[in-house]
């Protein structure tokens, strides 16, 4: 196989961490890392995740869970076609957690959601479940086939 470059990889991968990754500066910033976004529309998505937070205000001075919610609106606006997400919803109530899932679920990108947590209802609404233990896969098939233990 061919190596890939680290940029041909990041074109078409935005990872999205457990831990927010955000950076000193405002809202606005740290959600358009390049820019490209109007300001409206960020504040658009800021309302679709229930935040109604000043996009002048300084990214240090949010929640863990609002931070967690402005990383997963830059990953959605970067609209790359792969979203992996490593416990992306970690810091989030319920009700936050399921708003993110459903705006992850319902972009355009392929998506691989990990989870060390999880119920019936969010597995289901997946297309594939992979579970692993030790290392080793023990499931790998549709969501409504798995077993819970």
């Given at each position: 196989?061919?190596?890939?470059?680290?940029?041909?990889?990041?074109?078409?991968?935005?990872?999205?961490?457990?831990?927010?990754?955000?950076?000193?500066?405002?809202?606005?910033?740290?959600?358009?890392?390049?820019?490209?976004?109007?300001?409206?529309?960020?504040?658009?998505?800021?309302?679709?995740?229930?935040?109604?937070?000043?996009?002048?205000?300084?990214?240090?001075?949010?929640?863990?869970?609002?931070?967690?919610?402005?990383?997963?609106?830059?990953?959605?606006?970067?609209?790359?076609?792969?979203?992996?997400?490593?416990?992306?919803?970690?810091?989030?109530?319920?009700?936050?957690?399921k708003s993110v899932e459903?705006?992850?679920?319902?972009?355009?990108?392929?998506?691989?959601?990990?989870?060390?947590?999880?119920?019936?209802?969010?597995?289901?609404?997946?297309?594939?479940?992979?579970?692993?233990?030790?290392?080793?896969?023990?499931?790998?098939?549709?969501?409504?086939?798995?077993?819970?233990?």
């Amino acid at each position: 196989m061919d190596e890939l470059d680290d940029s041909a990889i990041h074109s078409q991968l935005s990872f999205l961490p457990a831990q927010p990754l955000v950076f000193d500066g405002t809202v606005s910033e740290n959600i358009s890392l390049c820019g490209k976004d109007s300001e409206a529309k960020k504040s658009r998505m800021l309302q679709q995740f229930g935040m109604h937070t000043d996009l002048h205000q300084k990214a240090d001075q949010c929640s863990l869970g609002e931070l967690q919610r402005i990383c997963v609106i830059r990953t959605l606006l970067e609209r790359r076609p792969l979203i992996v997400a490593d416990e992306s919803t970690a810091h989030l109530d319920r009700e936050n957690q399921k708003s993110v899932e459903n705006m992850l679920l319902s972009s355009e990108s392929a998506l691989v959601y990990i989870a060390h947590n999880y119920n019936r209802e969010m597995m289901e609404r997946f297309d594939r479940v992979i579970e692993l233990k030790n290392g080793r896969i023990v499931y790998d098939g549709k969501p409504q086939m798995y077993r819970f233990s």
